[in-house]
């Protein structure tokens, strides 16, 4: 009976969409990717490595939003369906011409290209199978494809849309896992003899690892699938202790608040240091996303008897493909040697936490912590900088939504304050975290625990005409770039009139999209306008 149902119910769920494209589907990434700072919010298909294939509505509905960016999705559409899902289109090359106008109108208006629109019922139906736009590889995107989400309407949540597709798309391959992380938990446990984590492959392995005490682990692992050179997203890892689960992950779903929880899961410091991503298998004090389960202890294995310690993961894909690895911790007594937690750079993941230095004030909220931190901070003093410089700590320590970092101005080189940033160090590079100038201080509000100072940006941004020869085709392109603070806004008038233009900003690219604006066979000025996040302006006027 219970086999009965659930075909029944695969049946109904197939008939619910159908294929965005007439040809063979195919991805290019998967459900819940590992991404900076969020999981991949729906599936990525490819477009037989074109763009311009026309996309047919999933399921009868409506343009509910449209948005134009410089990065992300580049160009987006949003339909809101009536059997309760939304689904979101990324990276169009075009709109349908009717909603192609209605953007226009905007962007003219208001002389933007950045837009976004939210339509009512009644504007821009569609039908299921009706083309809406055109696939591309507009906004943060790297080769032509579509990115589809679906996500239900009332909550928001994002949901596998592969799961309606799965009889469209042959996957007879398992994830495969390539290294296990061991975590001695702080104070509390030993790997190997120390107190640091540890990485070994899985060939490495089949020697037992010693330890002691709490320890936790986690696996660097990827999904494949049957044609495809592509790695994806592992739906669901498992790990057994002596036949005991004690922890697991199905990727499957998620809201929006919960996206970030991907830094709790993972091993953020790994995937920021080295660009290497770690699913941990255990679930961190702060972390509250729903698509984990662990047993009391939240995944930490406690090693307290001298033996063997049989540790099993099995790693499963949307297809029900498995595969599994088996491993053995040998238990070996250890001293362990307990930490401080009354001292005042150890931050409490469950509750406000302030850190307070000679021209610094850091607020961590409660919440905002996964786990408890020990802070490496430390105060960088140079009696030429415009601040002193702080590290708040010297691994990257993610947090789950800003908190107020400020620092105290020691030299005043200029005497415009909206010149000045807070600024990110790392890796031997300056970022902006921005920042806001008040009684001696800059405030920003940071994400991160790292090194940090105050900078200065009167730099204006750089504009660099690229095709020249071109530009009476109405091929007219630039390159923009601003040192510093980055570009806010820009600007094109030519003959004094806003003539739409493109900017890219994967490759920095200012390009015309409305060359039907130009007048052919007269002499034209073009004035850009380009301004960066402090305010410095460029103006370049040519002649073409
Ligand atoms: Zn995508």
Same mark, same amino acid.
Request: proline fraction near 4%; hydrophobic fraction near 35%; charged fraction near 25%.
């Given at each position: 009976m219970g086999a009965f149902v659930s075909v029944q119910a695969q049946k109904k769920q197939e008939k619910t969409f159908i294929p965005p494209f007439d040809f063979p589907l195919s991805l290019s990434g998967n459900f819940g990717e590992l991404r900076s700072n969020h999981f991949h919010g729906g599936v990525d298909f490819k477009t037989q490595g074109v763009v311009g294939k026309p996309i047919r509505c999933i399921a009868d509905g409506y343009v509910s939003r449209v948005t134009v960016t410089p990065g992300g999705y580049g160009q987006a559409v949003y339909i809101t369906h009536h059997n309760g899902y939304t689904s979101v289109h990324g990276h169009l090359l075009k709109f349908h011409s009717e909603i192609e106008k209605m953007v226009k109108a905007y962007q003219y208006e208001h002389e933007t290209f950045a837009v976004d629109l939210k339509f009512d019922a009644s504007q821009f139906p569609f039908k299921q199978g009706e083309v809406f736009a055109l696939a591309g590889n507009e906004g943060? &995107?790297?080769?032509?494809?579509l990115h589809m989400e679906i996500r239900k309407t009332d909550t928001g949540e994002y949901i596998d849309p592969l799961q309606f597709y799965t009889h469209l798309i042959k996957d007879t391959t398992a994830p495969r896992g390539t290294h296990v992380m061991f975590y001695p938990q702080a104070g509390e446990g030993t790997v190997a003899g120390g107190t640091q984590k540890k990485a070994y492959t899985m060939e490495a392995l089949r020697t037992p690892v010693e330890a002691w005490g709490k320890i936790a682990v986690g696996i660097k692992a990827y999904d494949y699938m049957d044609g495809t050179l592509n790695n994806y997203g592992v739906r669901s890892v498992k790990l057994y202790v002596d036949s005991i689960e004690v922890f697991r992950s199905t990727v499957d779903g998620f809201l929006s608040d919960e996206n970030r929880m991907i830094n709790a899961w993972t091993d953020y410091e790994e995937y920021v240091s080295r660009n290497s991503w770690f699913m941990r298998s255990q679930i961190l004090p702060g972390n509250t996303w729903r698509m984990l389960q662990a047993d009391e202890n939240g995944g930490v294995v406690t090693i307290d008897e001298e033996r063997f310690y049989h540790f099993r993961y099995e790693l499963q894909d949307l297809y029900g493909n498995k595969r599994t690895y088996s491993f053995k911790i040998k238990g070996k007594q250890t001293p362990i040697v307990p930490i401080d937690k &009354?001292?005042?750079h150890y931050f409490h993941w469950n509750r406000g936490n302030v850190l307070l230095e000679p021209g610094m004030l850091l607020v961590v909220y409660r919440g905002m912590l996964y786990d408890d931190v020990k802070l490496n901070a430390k105060v960088l003093t140079d009696s030429l900088g415009i601040s002193y410089t702080y590290q708040l700590n010297d691994k990257p320590v993610p947090l789950h939504a800003g908190c107020p970092l400020s620092i105290g101005i020691r030299r005043y080189p200029v005497s415009d304050m909206s010149k000045y940033y807070v600024a990110r160090l790392q890796k031997g590079r300056k970022s902006s975290a921005g920042g806001t100038y008040k009684d001696g201080y800059m405030t920003a509000s940071i994400r991160e625990l790292g090194t940090y100072t105050v900078a200065l940006d009167t730099v204006a941004p750089k504009v660099v005409p690229l095709n020249k020869p071109q530009w009476k085709t109405g091929n007219i392109r630039f390159k923009i770039t601003d040192a510093e603070t980055g570009i806010k806004n820009y600007k094109v008038y030519v003959d004094g009139d806003f003539v739409l233009f493109k900017f890219s900003s994967k490759n920095a690219t200012l390009s015309c999209i409305d060359p039907k604006r130009i007048k052919k066979g007269k002499v034209h000025q073009m004035q850009v306008v380009v301004t960066d996040y402090c305010g410095n302006e460029t103006r370049e006027e040519y002649q073409f």
């Amino acid at each position: 009976m219970g086999a009965f149902v659930s075909v029944q119910a695969q049946k109904k769920q197939e008939k619910t969409f159908i294929p965005p494209f007439d040809f063979p589907l195919s991805l290019s990434g998967n459900f819940g990717e590992l991404r900076s700072n969020h999981f991949h919010g729906g599936v990525d298909f490819k477009t037989q490595g074109v763009v311009g294939k026309p996309i047919r509505c999933i399921a009868d509905g409506y343009v509910s939003r449209v948005t134009v960016t410089p990065g992300g999705y580049g160009q987006a559409v949003y339909i809101t369906h009536h059997n309760g899902y939304t689904s979101v289109h990324g990276h169009l090359l075009k709109f349908h011409s009717e909603i192609e106008k209605m953007v226009k109108a905007y962007q003219y208006e208001h002389e933007t290209f950045a837009v976004d629109l939210k339509f009512d019922a009644s504007q821009f139906p569609f039908k299921q199978g009706e083309v809406f736009a055109l696939a591309g590889n507009e906004g943060y &995107s790297f080769g032509p494809h579509l990115h589809m989400e679906i996500r239900k309407t009332d909550t928001g949540e994002y949901i596998d849309p592969l799961q309606f597709y799965t009889h469209l798309i042959k996957d007879t391959t398992a994830p495969r896992g390539t290294h296990v992380m061991f975590y001695p938990q702080a104070g509390e446990g030993t790997v190997a003899g120390g107190t640091q984590k540890k990485a070994y492959t899985m060939e490495a392995l089949r020697t037992p690892v010693e330890a002691w005490g709490k320890i936790a682990v986690g696996i660097k692992a990827y999904d494949y699938m049957d044609g495809t050179l592509n790695n994806y997203g592992v739906r669901s890892v498992k790990l057994y202790v002596d036949s005991i689960e004690v922890f697991r992950s199905t990727v499957d779903g998620f809201l929006s608040d919960e996206n970030r929880m991907i830094n709790a899961w993972t091993d953020y410091e790994e995937y920021v240091s080295r660009n290497s991503w770690f699913m941990r298998s255990q679930i961190l004090p702060g972390n509250t996303w729903r698509m984990l389960q662990a047993d009391e202890n939240g995944g930490v294995v406690t090693i307290d008897e001298e033996r063997f310690y049989h540790f099993r993961y099995e790693l499963q894909d949307l297809y029900g493909n498995k595969r599994t690895y088996s491993f053995k911790i040998k238990g070996k007594q250890t001293p362990i040697v307990p930490i401080d937690k &009354s001292d005042k750079h150890y931050f409490h993941w469950n509750r406000g936490n302030v850190l307070l230095e000679p021209g610094m004030l850091l607020v961590v909220y409660r919440g905002m912590l996964y786990d408890d931190v020990k802070l490496n901070a430390k105060v960088l003093t140079d009696s030429l900088g415009i601040s002193y410089t702080y590290q708040l700590n010297d691994k990257p320590v993610p947090l789950h939504a800003g908190c107020p970092l400020s620092i105290g101005i020691r030299r005043y080189p200029v005497s415009d304050m909206s010149k000045y940033y807070v600024a990110r160090l790392q890796k031997g590079r300056k970022s902006s975290a921005g920042g806001t100038y008040k009684d001696g201080y800059m405030t920003a509000s940071i994400r991160e625990l790292g090194t940090y100072t105050v900078a200065l940006d009167t730099v204006a941004p750089k504009v660099v005409p690229l095709n020249k020869p071109q530009w009476k085709t109405g091929n007219i392109r630039f390159k923009i770039t601003d040192a510093e603070t980055g570009i806010k806004n820009y600007k094109v008038y030519v003959d004094g009139d806003f003539v739409l233009f493109k900017f890219s900003s994967k490759n920095a690219t200012l390009s015309c999209i409305d060359p039907k604006r130009i007048k052919k066979g007269k002499v034209h000025q073009m004035q850009v306008v380009v301004t960066d996040y402090c305010g410095n302006e460029t103006r370049e006027e040519y002649q073409f």
